[in-house]
């Protein structure tokens, strides 16, 4: 996993390093001898277990009942999250149309470029639509659109209501509506997120076990950590325990100052005796991601550090504890925020700047969203991140991450909150 936001700070940081030779005294290069502390950690790659076929067709089935609930006629899938979650397509395809319909009462077909089709039976075989699949192929000098518009008629809904799955680009949904006049364009959410946003046990289990995966990697890699690395250091140690451990992980490092910039910064960065340190980031495992943030001192954290990673510590389980089934959304970030408020370090976003948490699962945010005035209630197999933070601009920042589950009986964290910020991962 490699978000966006590493990406644009790894590029800044691997500039700084061309130009001002930045941090190379202490950089890991790919084949130098990694830490023991990362060497000594043994795969888990065994341990994941990916969703199978049958798991997919009864979301598809669910989609179904959830489109005959919603008055849709079919829902539209093109490449991105939503198509995984429901068939295990992973598909690129930039600007041209590559689409599933899935209708609520009729069979499924595909659109294709022409030229791409193997690659799509390739996966398609791999899917819920292995036998005889609806392929509808289109060469480059012809309208994808026209293709879609066909079988919607050929399915007799050509004048009903399509939900658009939201990520869907305008260009490709304006195509649609151009192709289908009298076709109604609305939003698939109630379908996707109706769906996607209740996890199976299947589900439930991948995602904890990302979570393990990652909170091994960041301590095998703050084990390893000393004076004089630099953010881009420890990021590549992350990067090579998540390896270790058999998955593609990242983490976003933050040193000092930084740390009170929710989402960081650009500028290079090196670690020292006594300055406060916040990594954020994970993995994914079969598709299924964790989001883990630790904020930690290399040596003596001072007072007022202590007493910020105290209030956001409480602040974390009382979050926890407000969530359970029943309870909204809206809830679990005031009460979270309340234990912060309390402390004087509010009011309202005055210094715990950004939401309690996120839904989670095969994408690092999902709905529904723990912020204040969300209705959305929780049902059990929900899972969010657990995030309250306390940002000093100028000084420094303390955010405590861990994902969360919602269960029956309320809610768990799938990984331990970190005791302290002079040894972060220390057993209870």
């Known amino acids: 996993m490699f978000s966006r936001r590493r990406f644009l700070q790894a590029g800044a940081a691997a500039s700084a390093v061309a130009v001002l030779g930045f941090g190379q005294e202490h950089s890991h290069h790919p084949c130098s001898p990694l830490p023991s502390s990362i060497s000594s950690l043994q795969p888990m790659k065994d341990q994941a277990k990916p969703i199978t076929v049958g798991e997919r067709r009864e979301r598809q089935e669910k989609a179904r009942r959830l489109m005959r609930a919603s008055g849709l006629d079919a829902i539209l899938l093109m490449e991105g999250t939503s198509l995984a979650y429901f068939t295990g397509i992973r ?32 996966q398609i075989g791999n899917s819920p639509h292995a036998d005889h699949p609806d392929i509808r192929v289109w060469q480059e000098d012809e309208d994808p659109y026209q293709r879609i518009a066909q079988g919607l008629r050929e399915r007799q809904i050509s004048t009903g209501t399509l939900g658009v799955e939201e990520t869907v680009r305008y260009v490709f949904s304006s195509g649609i509506a151009k192709a289908s006049p009298q076709l109604k364009l609305t939003s698939a959410m109630p379908v996707t997120a109706g769906c996607r946003m209740i996890k199976s046990n299947q589900e439930i289990a991948l995602m904890r076990l990302a979570a393990r995966v990652t909170l091994s990697a960041y301590e095998a890699a703050y084990r390893a950590l000393h004076e004089g690395m630099t953010q881009e250091d420890l990021a590549e140690l992350i990067s090579a325990a998540h390896s270790q451990l058999g998955f593609a992980g990242e983490a976003d490092v933050q040193v000092g100052p930084y740390t009170a910039l929710p989402h960081g910064s650009l500028e290079p960065q090196t670690i020292q005796e006594g300055t406060i340190v916040r990594v954020d980031g994970g993995c994914k495992v079969e598709g299924y991601v964790s989001d883990i943030s630790r904020t930690f001192v290399m040596g003596k954290a001072t007072e007022e550090m202590k007493k910020l990673f105290d209030i956001v510590h409480r602040a974390q389980s009382m979050a926890l504890k407000a969530a359970h089934p029943e309870s909204t959304c809206g809830s679990v970030d005031v009460a979270a925020r309340k234990v912060i408020s309390d402390a004087d370090y509010g ?55 861990d994902d969360m589950h919602i269960s029956d009986a309320g809610a768990e964290l799938f990984t331990p909150q970190s005791p302290t910020l002079e040894d972060p991962f220390a057993k209870g």
Not at 98 to 118: I, N, R, S, W
Request: glycine share 12%; net charge negative.
């Open 91 to 122: 598909w690129w395809g930039g600007e041209r149309a590559f689409a599933m319909v899935l209708p609520a009462k009729a069979t499924p077909f595909f659109v294709c470029p022409a030229f791409e089709q193997g690659r799509a039976e390739e």
């Open 347 to 401: 009011p309202d976003y005055k210094y715990f700047t950004h939401r309690v948490g996120h839904g989670m699962g095969m994408d690092e945010h999902e709905w529904p969203y723990l912020v204040r005035g969300n209705a959305t209630r929780l049902v059990p197999n929900m899972v969010f991140s657990d995030e309250p933070g306390i940002y000093l601009r100028g000084q420094f920042g303390v955010r405590l991450e």
